[in-house]
């Protein structure tokens, strides 16, 4: 290392950097499988993968599959890592959501969407604990097709793309959680996501708390029953990613 | 604004007191008095300007295009334009992006008010432009775009209803117009500190704010889109259910009173 760092003392002019032994055994893609249908609409299989990109600090895949629907996603975490600038006390989120191969969103909703995600890890990540940095994070959506190709009028068309995306919001949250969790970022809590009728819930402390909430369809009335099916699924999904971080550690 | 940690201590201390106490004295209900000036724009259909006390300004223009509406879904489109940040800022695609979804056709608007003839419709174009904001301005904008749809005139129809089977354009009269009634919703927001929910925060208490809630108002009823929305990068923390449905019975006691006045203007 000949660069001179002249904003750091440096050690004694013979002072080699340090070197870690080899550290960096595969770590094996785990993978867990929900097998355990609740109902027709929640009848869904959901297999998470942490830690196969290489070059950044944390990674996950998630796919979800249920009777007519299939959806994968998958999320990369840099970070954290210096920011430009002037001191921060608290470390920053940034996210990005960006469409596969499928351009099914636009950008306004997406971003919307991004937006809405930062406002929960925001309160999810321990920031505190890391000032002067930034933690980025990229969800690629791979995948999301209705596997039953009805043909359907323009109007059913677009209202589905609205209640889609609000199904993909809880698989967005999971993912990103893994992959925070993957890349050894202090969380609060794992947090997770339920949805029900167009309207997803994310909780944290077993559920006692709300980190977002995000509703498209209809109006207040359902909000209870909405909250209680939100609950069930954010306790199966919190669950299946305990199950796999903690095969990954053996 | 940014305040120093001593001043966002103190400010979140009063703010989650019970009874809390916010800067300006204001009752958690309560929000800041605001001027709305319709129809000053002679280039479009209908037009407000709203200023709030803060200095916080929008201004929204609404214009109109005879569409055939078996090709156009969407009769009414927003797009928002905030003095200072990108267009594709995050911001201001979020607010679009929700501002979309409170308008539209079906569950917001009702589009049928829209129609002209068995073929052709209006399209609404609401052209939202936020001169200065402090705080999180979708709430001022949607009293904006409320109160410049309420201030629409447009064309009055005089060809026949019925088009679908003589292919004639809609044609209009020189002069009369009709108001446009479409009864658009209004969007809410409400800043959750510890415990207590209070409506329009203003800008140092959504620095200090844990999180926020956006609720749409149509109708007379609560409806959908409702959103968690984070009002600062700083502070965000979690919150208690019950506190989501104290933010619901909150807009439903106190937005037939917010609809009231706006009306009345």
């Known amino acids: ?250 | 604004m940014s305040l120093s940690v001593a001043e966002k201590s103190y400010l979140y201390d009063s703010l989650a007191s019970t009874p809390s106490i916010r800067p300006d004295g204001r009752l958690p209900h309560q929000f800041r008095p605001i001027e709305i000036f319709t129809d000053f724009l002679p280039s479009s259909n209908g037009s407000s300007r709203i200023i709030a006390s803060d200095g916080s300004e929008c201004i929204v223009s609404i214009k109109s295009k005879v569409v055939d509406h078996h090709v156009e879904n969407e009769l009414l489109q927003v797009d928002v334009d905030i003095a200072g940040q990108r267009d594709d800022a995050l911001v201001v695609e979020t607010i679009t992006s929700l501002l979309n979804k409170v308008l539209k056709s079906g569950s917001g608007v009702d589009s049928s008010m829209l129609q002209l003839t068995k073929k052709y419709s209006f399209k609404i174009f609401v052209d939202v432009l936020v001169i200065s904001s402090h705080s999180h301005p979708v709430s001022l904008i949607s009293f904006a775009i409320y109160s410049a749809l309420n201030s629409t005139y447009l064309p009055k129809l005089i060809s026949a209803f019925d088009d679908l089977e003589v292919e004639e354009l809609p044609t209009f009269h020189d002069y009369d117009m009709v108001k446009l009634d479409i009864n658009p919703p209004l969007v809410f927001i409400l800043a959750v500190v510890g415990n207590n929910m209070l409506l329009d925060p203003a800008a140092n208490e959504s620095e200090v704010a844990n999180n926020g809630l956006i609720i749409s108002w149509s109708n007379g009823k609560i409806t959908s889109p409702i959103r968690s929305v984070a009002l600062n990068d700083s502070n965000v923390k979690s919150f208690k259910p019950h506190l989501l449905k104290q933010g619901l019975a909150m807009v439903e006691k106190y937005a037939p009173d917010v609809v009231r006045s706006l009306e009345n203007l």
């Not at chain 1, 959680?177 to 309207?199: F, Q, R, S």
């Open chain 1, 1 to 250: 290392m000949n660069v001179q760092d002249r904003r750091r003392l440096l050690g004694p002019g013979a002072a080699k950097p340090m070197a870690f032994s080899n550290t960096t055994t595969h770590v094996p893609e785990k993978k867990s499988t929900d097998l355990t249908p609740k109902g027709n609409e929640s009848e869904q299989e959901l297999s998470l993968h942490t830690g196969f990109i290489e070059n950044c600090n944390g990674s996950a895949l998630v796919e979800a599959r249920s009777l007519g629907h299939q959806t994968s996603l998958i999320s990369a975490v840099y970070g954290p890592r210096s920011i430009r600038g002037s001191f921060t006390s608290q470390g920053t989120i940034s996210i990005q959501l960006k469409n596969g191969l499928l351009e099914k969103y636009n950008t306004n909703e997406l971003k919307e969407v991004s937006s809405f995600l930062m406002g929960i890890f925001n309160s999810v990540v321990n920031l505190s604990r890391y000032p002067k940095s930034g933690i980025d994070i990229f969800v690629y959506l791979t995948y999301d097709k209705d596997l039953t190709n009805n043909p359907q009028d323009d109007d059913s068309q677009s209202k589905m793309t609205s209640s889609q995306i609000s199904s993909l919001i809880p698989h967005c949250i999971t993912s990103i959680t893994l992959a925070l969790a993957d890349a050894g970022i202090e969380l609060v809590d794992m947090a997770g996501a339920g949805e029900a009728n167009g309207t997803v819930v994310s909780f944290i402390k077993n559920g006692e708390e709300i980190v977002g909430f995000w509703k498209d369809d209809g109006d207040d009335e359902d909000l209870l029953e909405c909250l209680d099916r939100c609950k069930e699924q954010y306790n199966r999904y919190r669950d299946l990613m305990i199950s796999c971080l903690m095969n990954q550690e053996t």
